[in-house]
Nanobody, 121 residues
Framework: QVQLVESGGGLVQAGSSLRLSCAAS??????????MNWFRQGPGKEREFVIR???????DVADSVKGRFTISRDNAKKTVYLQMNSLKPEDTAVYYC?????????????WGQGTQVTVSS
């Protein structure tokens, strides 16, 4: 059973930074073979892609967070990180970690339960 567990969410002020983590587990899950994504869903909004790091380290970033959010992965720890800087109220959302063998997909195979990020103005 593959599990992705996000952590690090919380309430912060605009302009602050926050780092989310997503730890993967599961006996048959090969973390290093998977492309790791972060999606988010704000209140009353549809889920949207935020950022992705491929299994080879290539990074894709949504325009809305470009220059503010970065992603990294530690294959030894089976963990992916989302560093969020210069946070804005519009970044308020539930952030989901997702994994897939396919790099470009809006519906990855594996999802975490999400972690709430709230940015106050």
């Amino acid at each position: 059973q593959v599990q992705l567990v996000e952590s690090g969410g919380g309430l912060v002020q605009a302009g602050s930074s926050l780092r989310l983590s997503c730890a993967a587990s599961g006996g048959t899950f090969s973390f290093s073979d998977h492309n790791m994504n972060w999606f988010r869903q704000g209140p009353g909004k549809e889920r949207e892609f935020v950022i992705r790091i491929s299994r080879t380290g290539f990074i894709d970033v949504a325009d809305s967070v470009k220059g503010r959010f970065t992603i990294s992965r530690d294959n030894a720890k089976k963990t992916v990180y989302l560093q969020m800087n210069s946070l804005k109220p519009e970044d308020t959302a539930v952030y989901y970690c997702a994994a897939d063998l396919v790099r470009y997909t809006s519906t990855p195979s594996y999802w975490g339960q999400g972690t709430q990020v709230t940015v106050s103005s």
